[in-house]
Every structure is written in C-alpha cells, then in structure tokens.
C-alpha cells in the first residue's frame, strides 16, 4: 500500500449538498479508518475563524494499492457523484513529518 492525497474542491454555496451525502461519505471514510488506511481527512473551511463562511472542500491521505485505484475510490466518494465536489485532485503522498504511518 501508498500512501495518496485526494484534495478536492467544493462547488460554490456546496453546504446544501455536502449535508444531503455526509453521512455516506463519512461512512467510507469510517471504514477505512477502521482498516488503518486513513492517515488523516478532513474539511476545508474557508474562514476558520468563521465557520459561518463554510468550507471550501476536503482533504484524504489515504493509503491504497495504486494511483489508479486511488482514483476510482475518489470518484466513486459520495461528495464527488453527488455533485458537492468541482474538482478532484489525487496525487502520491510521502509522510515526512508528523504522523507517518
């Protein structure tokens, strides 16, 4: 396994959206955690000290068995196909500092 970033970024006005497929998402999330695959996930917000202002997307570190599968599991994730995500970006991670798993 490796280690992958997935960032991705919301749609505008995407809170509507993010709250009709949280609980699906977070579910996959939840069960890779429970794998020891996530190194760390979580939003984006755009003003943290505002939440009011929302959040601008999200960030996995994940670990998976190639960039390919990496992709698929990032376009198959709840916030992508149900349209609170504008763009994907999924690329290698190395940890370095920090939680390196």
Avoid: C
């Avoid at 949280?22 to 943290?48: F, K, Q, V």
Wanted: proline share 8%.
């Amino acid at each position: 396994m490796q280690w992958f970033m997935i960032v991705a970024n919301d749609v505008a006005d995407s809170a509507p959206l993010r709250a009709k497929h949280r609980d699906a998402h977070r579910a996959r999330i939840e069960s890779m955690t429970s794998e020891g695959r996530i190194l760390t996930a979580g939003p984006l917000p755009i003003d943290p000290a505002d939440p009011e202002r929302g959040l601008s997307g999200s960030l996995i570190v994940a670990a998976f068995e190639s960039l390919d599968a990496a992709r698929a599991w990032a376009e198959a994730d709840p916030f992508h196909a149900g349209g609170v995500y504008a763009s994907v970006d999924v690329r290698p991670y190395k940890p370095i500092f920090g939680a390196t798993g």
